[in-house]
């Protein structure tokens, strides 16, 4: 499975945008593109994922460039409970497993 | 519904002691999957099961660790003769289809080997 690249750590302020990166320079053309987060103490929580297409749920929007090698989770309406840690994550239909990474730390200011 | 529970949530173990850790998918979910978090860092691989087959276990760092999950539902964790480098987080996750659809985690066992 490709490898993920993201920042260590972002700020967003409350009620804002939260727009998080993630660089997959190597992925391949069967791969998916997944997002989880993790808050504090909990086990990690699916977001999104998508192949080619933008994607939307009641939780996120996922942005993928159109040579797939990057895309951008956004939260539309950061609140403050959505500081975690957010991974960025590839995987093959065939994959089992999930590569996590070190993800990216989110912090929402009030 | 219920969600993916593990117990005991918190295990303090002293080196060389042997634990066994519990996870409770849910009903229905054929994949099981367990990981490894140290801390400060992502959840790492360690096996999966479908059904009650073990399918991939690559990731499990030595001989000390075995897992199952004999009806296909209920799986174990378990370390032999732990030491302190097993100290982490182990997390349990469950998926509907085999091994391919999102998978939902459990809340995790923190071990503390001592």
Redesign the interface.
Known sequence: DAKTTQPPSMDCAEGRAANLPCNHSTISGNEYV?WYRQIH??????II?GLKNNETNEMASLIITEDRKSSTLILPHATLRDTA?Y?CIVRA???????????TSLTVIP | GAGVSQSPRYKVAKRGQDVALRCDPISGHVSLFWYQQALGQGPEFLTYFQNEAQLDKSGLPSDRFFAERPEGSVSTLKIQRTQQEDSAVYLCASSFVGGQGEQYFGPGTRLTVT
């Open positions: 997944y103490s909990q086990g990690p929580q699916y994922h840690v991974y239909p065939t994959g089992n497993q999930f590569y996590f990474g070190t993800g």
